[in-house]
T-cell receptor, first 112, second 110 residues
Framework: DAGITQSPRYKITETGRQVTLMCHQT?????MFWYRQDLGHGLRLIYY???????DKGEVSDGYVVSRSKTENFPLTLESATRSQTSVYFC???????????FGSGTQLSVL | RKEVEQDPGPFNVPEGATVAFNCTYS??????FFWYRQDCRKEPKLLMS???SGNEDGRFTAQLNRASQYISLLIRDSKLSDSATYLC???????????FGTGTQLKVEL
Protein backbone atom coordinates (compact mmCIF):
# COMPACT_ATOMS: atom_id res chain seq x y z
CA ASP A 1 0.00 0.00 0.00
CA ALA A 2 2.92 2.39 -0.55
CA GLY A 3 0.96 4.23 -3.26
CA ILE A 4 -0.40 6.92 -0.96
CA THR A 5 2.00 9.10 0.94
CA GLN A 6 1.51 11.90 3.41
CA SER A 7 4.02 14.52 4.44
CA PRO A 8 5.24 15.62 6.81
CA ARG A 9 4.96 12.72 9.23
CA TYR A 10 5.23 15.09 12.22
CA LYS A 11 4.76 18.84 12.38
CA ILE A 12 4.95 21.35 15.20
CA THR A 13 3.72 24.85 14.51
CA GLU A 14 2.52 27.92 16.34
CA THR A 15 -0.92 29.41 16.63
CA GLY A 16 -1.75 31.63 13.70
CA ARG A 17 0.66 30.11 11.21
CA GLN A 18 -0.42 28.61 7.92
CA VAL A 19 0.32 24.92 7.55
CA THR A 20 -0.08 22.65 4.54
CA LEU A 21 -0.28 18.89 4.79
CA MET A 22 0.48 17.00 1.63
CA CYS A 23 -1.16 13.87 0.26
CA HIS A 24 -0.08 12.12 -2.92
CA GLN A 25 -1.41 8.89 -4.45
CA THR A 26 -0.09 7.03 -7.46
CA UNK A 27 -3.17 5.01 -8.45
CA UNK A 28 -5.17 7.80 -10.13
CA UNK A 29 -7.97 7.13 -7.64
CA UNK A 30 -10.95 9.41 -8.16
CA UNK A 31 -11.90 9.80 -4.51
CA MET A 32 -9.71 11.34 -1.86
CA PHE A 33 -10.48 12.19 1.75
CA TRP A 34 -8.99 14.03 4.68
CA TYR A 35 -9.86 12.91 8.21
CA ARG A 36 -8.69 14.03 11.61
CA GLN A 37 -8.59 11.73 14.58
CA ASP A 38 -8.92 12.85 18.18
CA LEU A 39 -9.51 10.83 21.31
CA GLY A 40 -13.20 10.18 21.81
CA HIS A 41 -14.15 11.30 18.30
CA GLY A 42 -12.86 8.63 15.98
CA LEU A 43 -12.06 9.76 12.45
CA ARG A 44 -13.95 12.86 11.44
CA LEU A 45 -14.22 13.93 7.82
CA ILE A 46 -12.71 17.32 7.01
CA TYR A 47 -12.97 17.45 3.22
CA TYR A 48 -13.44 15.04 0.39
CA UNK A 49 -13.07 15.06 -3.35
CA UNK A 50 -14.76 12.94 -6.00
CA UNK A 51 -12.42 14.03 -8.80
CA UNK A 52 -9.96 16.74 -9.78
CA UNK A 53 -11.41 20.21 -9.21
CA UNK A 54 -14.35 18.80 -7.22
CA UNK A 55 -14.19 19.18 -3.46
CA ASP A 56 -16.82 19.13 -0.71
CA LYS A 57 -16.89 19.95 2.97
CA GLY A 58 -17.09 17.29 5.59
CA GLU A 59 -18.37 17.66 9.14
CA VAL A 60 -15.36 19.59 10.53
CA SER A 61 -14.20 21.78 7.62
CA ASP A 62 -14.01 25.16 9.42
CA GLY A 63 -10.46 26.53 9.38
CA TYR A 64 -9.31 24.20 6.60
CA VAL A 65 -8.91 24.64 2.86
CA VAL A 66 -8.23 22.00 0.21
CA SER A 67 -7.47 21.95 -3.48
CA ARG A 68 -7.41 19.21 -6.10
CA SER A 69 -5.87 20.63 -9.26
CA LYS A 70 -4.39 17.22 -10.09
CA THR A 71 -5.97 13.83 -9.48
CA GLU A 72 -2.99 12.54 -7.53
CA ASN A 73 -2.60 15.39 -5.05
CA PHE A 74 -4.95 16.58 -2.34
CA PRO A 75 -3.22 19.10 -0.04
CA LEU A 76 -4.91 20.27 3.15
CA THR A 77 -4.16 23.79 4.40
CA LEU A 78 -4.79 25.19 7.84
CA GLU A 79 -5.11 28.88 7.07
CA SER A 80 -4.38 30.10 10.61
CA ALA A 81 -3.61 27.20 12.91
CA THR A 82 -5.34 26.96 16.29
CA ARG A 83 -4.60 24.71 19.25
CA SER A 84 -7.86 22.87 18.62
CA GLN A 85 -6.39 21.69 15.33
CA THR A 86 -3.77 19.63 17.14
CA SER A 87 -4.60 16.16 15.92
CA VAL A 88 -3.58 13.22 13.78
CA TYR A 89 -4.54 13.75 10.15
CA PHE A 90 -5.16 10.89 7.74
CA CYS A 91 -5.47 11.12 4.00
CA UNK A 92 -7.20 8.31 2.12
CA UNK A 93 -8.12 7.42 -1.44
CA UNK A 94 -10.19 4.90 -3.33
CA UNK A 95 -11.18 4.23 -6.90
CA UNK A 96 -14.80 3.43 -6.03
CA UNK A 97 -16.87 4.05 -2.91
CA UNK A 98 -17.71 0.36 -2.61
CA UNK A 99 -14.03 -0.56 -2.52
CA UNK A 100 -11.24 -0.46 0.01
CA UNK A 101 -9.94 2.87 1.30
CA UNK A 102 -6.19 3.22 1.14
CA PHE A 103 -4.72 5.34 3.92
CA GLY A 104 -1.56 7.31 4.26
CA SER A 105 0.50 6.82 7.41
CA GLY A 106 -0.88 9.96 9.00
CA THR A 107 0.50 13.35 10.00
CA GLN A 108 0.75 14.17 13.68
CA LEU A 109 0.27 17.93 14.00
CA SER A 110 0.86 19.90 17.17
CA VAL A 111 -0.17 23.54 17.36
CA LEU A 112 1.46 25.35 20.27
CA ARG B 1 -28.40 12.26 15.32
CA LYS B 2 -24.91 11.33 14.14
CA GLU B 3 -24.62 9.81 10.69
CA VAL B 4 -22.79 6.77 12.03
CA GLU B 5 -22.79 5.64 15.65
CA GLN B 6 -20.93 2.96 17.55
CA ASP B 7 -20.65 1.94 21.18
CA PRO B 8 -17.12 3.07 22.11
CA GLY B 9 -16.55 0.24 24.59
CA PRO B 10 -14.09 -0.89 25.73
CA PHE B 11 -15.18 -4.46 25.44
CA ASN B 12 -12.94 -6.61 27.65
CA VAL B 13 -13.33 -10.28 26.81
CA PRO B 14 -11.39 -13.45 27.62
CA GLU B 15 -9.52 -15.28 24.92
CA GLY B 16 -11.84 -17.64 23.06
CA ALA B 17 -14.95 -15.57 23.67
CA THR B 18 -17.42 -14.47 21.02
CA VAL B 19 -18.03 -10.74 20.81
CA ALA B 20 -20.35 -8.65 18.67
CA PHE B 21 -20.36 -4.97 17.76
CA ASN B 22 -23.15 -2.97 16.22
CA CYS B 23 -23.04 0.22 14.22
CA THR B 24 -26.09 2.29 13.33
CA TYR B 25 -26.39 4.69 10.42
CA SER B 26 -28.92 7.44 9.73
CA UNK B 27 -29.04 7.68 5.94
CA UNK B 28 -31.37 5.02 4.55
CA UNK B 29 -29.90 5.60 1.08
CA UNK B 30 -26.43 4.44 2.13
CA UNK B 31 -25.12 1.68 -0.10
CA UNK B 32 -21.60 0.77 1.01
CA PHE B 33 -20.62 -0.55 4.41
CA PHE B 34 -17.29 -1.65 5.82
CA TRP B 35 -15.51 -2.68 8.98
CA TYR B 36 -11.98 -1.39 9.52
CA ARG B 37 -9.48 -2.26 12.20
CA GLN B 38 -7.12 0.27 13.76
CA ASP B 39 -4.14 -0.48 15.98
CA CYS B 40 -2.61 2.09 18.31
CA ARG B 41 -3.65 5.15 16.22
CA LYS B 42 -1.97 3.78 13.10
CA GLU B 43 -3.80 4.05 9.80
CA PRO B 44 -7.01 1.99 9.68
CA LYS B 45 -6.98 -1.19 7.62
CA LEU B 46 -9.92 -2.84 5.92
CA LEU B 47 -11.20 -5.83 7.82
CA MET B 48 -14.14 -6.64 5.60
CA SER B 49 -16.83 -5.17 3.42
CA UNK B 50 -20.43 -5.80 4.46
CA UNK B 51 -22.77 -7.22 1.87
CA UNK B 52 -26.55 -7.34 1.93
CA SER B 53 -26.57 -11.10 2.24
CA GLY B 54 -24.04 -11.08 5.06
CA ASN B 55 -20.53 -12.37 4.71
CA GLU B 56 -17.99 -14.37 6.63
CA ASP B 57 -14.21 -14.40 6.64
CA GLY B 58 -12.79 -17.02 8.97
CA ARG B 59 -13.73 -16.04 12.52
CA PHE B 60 -15.35 -12.80 11.41
CA THR B 61 -18.95 -12.40 10.28
CA ALA B 62 -20.53 -9.17 9.08
CA GLN B 63 -24.26 -8.55 8.74
CA LEU B 64 -26.35 -5.72 7.33
CA ASN B 65 -29.85 -4.96 8.56
CA ARG B 66 -31.34 -2.34 6.25
CA ALA B 67 -34.72 -2.23 7.96
CA SER B 68 -33.16 -1.21 11.27
CA GLN B 69 -30.23 0.59 9.65
CA TYR B 70 -27.36 -1.11 11.36
CA ILE B 71 -24.40 -3.31 10.56
CA SER B 72 -22.82 -5.80 12.88
CA LEU B 73 -19.50 -7.56 13.30
CA LEU B 74 -19.20 -10.87 15.09
CA ILE B 75 -15.82 -12.21 16.16
CA ARG B 76 -15.68 -15.83 17.26
CA ASP B 77 -12.91 -17.50 19.24
CA SER B 78 -11.26 -14.17 20.10
CA LYS B 79 -7.46 -14.02 20.02
CA LEU B 80 -5.17 -11.68 21.89
CA SER B 81 -4.19 -10.29 18.49
CA ASP B 82 -7.78 -9.19 17.90
CA SER B 83 -7.27 -6.41 20.46
CA ALA B 84 -7.76 -3.21 18.50
CA THR B 85 -10.32 -0.54 17.70
CA TYR B 86 -12.99 -1.55 15.19
CA LEU B 87 -14.42 1.18 13.02
CA CYS B 88 -17.52 0.98 10.92
CA UNK B 89 -17.64 3.02 7.73
CA UNK B 90 -20.71 3.99 5.74
CA UNK B 91 -21.10 6.00 2.57
CA UNK B 92 -23.37 8.93 3.36
CA UNK B 93 -24.43 12.32 2.07
CA UNK B 94 -25.57 11.49 -1.43
CA UNK B 95 -23.00 8.79 -1.97
CA UNK B 96 -19.66 10.59 -2.17
CA UNK B 97 -18.79 10.65 1.51
CA UNK B 98 -17.37 7.85 3.58
CA UNK B 99 -18.15 8.45 7.24
CA PHE B 100 -16.52 6.64 10.12
CA GLY B 101 -18.05 5.72 13.41
CA THR B 102 -16.11 6.66 16.53
CA GLY B 103 -14.83 3.10 16.87
CA THR B 104 -15.30 0.32 19.39
CA GLN B 105 -12.30 -0.71 21.44
CA LEU B 106 -11.80 -4.44 21.99
CA LYS B 107 -9.40 -5.86 24.55
CA VAL B 108 -8.92 -9.60 24.56
CA GLU B 109 -7.38 -10.89 27.78
CA LEU B 110 -5.83 -14.15 28.91
Amino acid sequence: DAGITQSPRYKITETGRQVTLMCHQTWSHSYMFWYRQDLGHGLRLIYYSAAADITDKGEVSDGYVVSRSKTENFPLTLESATRSQTSVYFCASTGHLNEKLFFGSGTQLSVL
Amino acid sequence: RKEVEQDPGPFNVPEGATVAFNCTYSNSASQSFFWYRQDCRKEPKLLMSVYSSGNEDGRFTAQLNRASQYISLLIRDSKLSDSATYLCVVNTGGGNKLTFGTGTQLKVEL
